[in-house]
T-cell receptor, first 114, second 110 residues
Framework: NAGVTQTPKFQVLKTGQSMTLQCAQD?????MSWYRQDPGMGLRLIHY???????DQGEVPNGYNVSRSTTEDFPLRLLSAAPSQTSVYFC?????????????FGSGTRLTVV | GQSLEQPSEVTAVEGAIVQINCTYQ??????LSWYQQHDGGAPTFLSY????GLEETGRFSSFLSRSDSYGYLLLQELQMKDSASYFC???????????FGTGTRLTVIP
């Protein structure tokens, strides 16, 4: 049981480049979300999905797109990378009653935009 | 929106007890969660309080008072491996989203 798998683990982008951060879970969780973590700011919600075909914006969605074509996968797309998007990105998943069961987080993608 | 406040740093002695407080302001409150994160690692789930009172899981306990918009995480018999950052997070109704505080860095000293 792999849990939540994120790829790549590290990435360096040039300003203006685009890329997709991959996230896959094998727990049949309906809910998936993306967070970014910056020093001293905790985790901030970017986008989330309550099931295949359904996505919505979180606290800081600008500059990011998501899609959810399957239950397992929830990729995050950076449209035109900016230095302000340098951060650690975490994908998480849970069941509909996940508050009490907790979120399962991936190991993160450390992104640097130069 | 929502806001959560927790101390930025706490230092405690190995074997002792430490309490990390969290106060929150939010609409649509469902419950309060706690997560642990070691440096360079992913957050891991510790506990959840949906109702007022104390929840105990081994050496860790968590408390919630909805009327005071306040909770805390209690760590007993501290071990060196407990040195990490601890985040409180409010669970909001509807989509089951979690919103995190800025974290408390716990340092356990010998």
């Amino acid at each position: 049981n792999a849990g939540v798998t994120q790829t790549p683990k590290f990435q360096v982008l040039k300003t203006g480049q685009s890329m997709t951060l991959q996230c896959a879970q094998d727990m049949n969780h309906e809910y998936m979300s993306w967070y970014r973590q910056d020093p001293g700011m905790g985790l901030r919600l970017i986008h989330y999905s309550v099931g295949a075909g359904i996505t919505d914006q979180g606290e800081v969605p600008n500059g990011y797109n998501v899609s959810r074509s399957t239950t397992e996968d929830f990729p995050l797309r950076l449209l035109s990378a900016a230095p302000s998007q340098t951060s650690v990105y975490f994908c998480a998943s849970t069941t509909p009653s996940g508050g009490s069961l907790g979120y399962t987080f991936g190991s993160g993608t450390r992104l640097t935009v130069v | 929106g929502q806001s959560l406040e927790q101390p930025s740093e706490v230092t405690a002695v190995e074997g002792a007890i430490v309490q990390i407080n969290c106060t929150y302001q939010t609409s649509g409150f469902y419950g309060l969660s706690w997560y642990q994160q070691h440096d360079g690692g992913a957050p891991t789930f510790l506990s959840y309080n949906g109702l007022d009172g104390l929840e105990e899981t081994g050496r860790f306990s968590s408390f919630l008072s909805r009327s005071d918009s306040y909770g805390y995480l209690l760590l007993q018999e501290l071990q060196m491996k407990d040195s990490a950052s601890y985040f409180c997070a409010v669970r909001k109704g509807g989509a089951n989203n979690l919103f995190f505080g800025t974290g408390t860095r716990l340092t356990v000293i010998p």
